[in-house]
């Protein structure tokens, strides 16, 4: 691996420790001051100070105690000059578990921009994973529900 695709691979680690320290700043702290972040809920917040401002209460309170475990990044690449992306797989496992169920399992695609002398991530998506199986079963329930409710 090339050194600017090592320092983005880097990224999704250090945002696991802080997690796991229960810091949003340092959650954050390779974000761009303008970066984007797409949750995983579909919650869209901008910029790096209301990404703090919101996951610091997350982190005391509900998320209190959790960690994100089993990361892996599956690929990063420099997809041109100053620009990159990185793929990244974790679960988060709340206090009294070992190991995160495979319903707390995300994927999150990362953008980062070579930017103030260093690599910034400029948007981030943070998406669930869900089996073909899982999709089925919650369309048969909420389909259920839209006849029951007809």
Not at 96 to 108: T, W
Not at 110 to 129: I, M, P
């Given at each position: 691996m090339n050194e600017p695709t090592e320092a983005i691979s880097a990224i999704p680690a250090r945002m696991n420790e802080a997690w796991n320290r229960g810091d949003a700043t340092t959650f954050f702290a390779d974000f761009a001051e303008d970066a984007v972040f797409a949750d995983f809920e579909g919650t869209i917040y901008r910029g790096r100070q209301e990404m703090i401002a919101t996951h610091q209460p997350i982190f005391d309170t509900v998320m209190k105690g959790s960690r994100l475990a089993q990361g892996e990044v599956l690929f990063a690449e420099i997809i041109q000059p100053g620009w990159g992306v990185v793929h990244h797989r974790v679960g988060i496992a709340l206090?009294?578990?070992?190991?995160?169920?495979?319903?707390?399992?995300?994927?999150?695609?990362?953008?980062?921009?070579?930017?103030?002398?260093?690599?910034?991530?400029?948007?981030?998506?943070?998406?669930?994973?869900?089996?073909?199986?899982?999709?089925?079963?919650?369309?048969?329930?909420?389909?259920?529900?839209?006849?029951h409710d007809v």
């Open positions: 206090p009294s578990e070992d190991e995160p169920p495979p319903s707390r399992r995300s994927m999150q695609l990362f953008v980062t921009a070579w930017q103030n002398d260093r690599w910034e991530v400029v948007a981030l998506q943070n998406s669930r994973l869900i089996s073909l199986e899982a999709a089925a079963a919650l369309e048969s329930i909420t389909g259920a529900r839209r006849e």
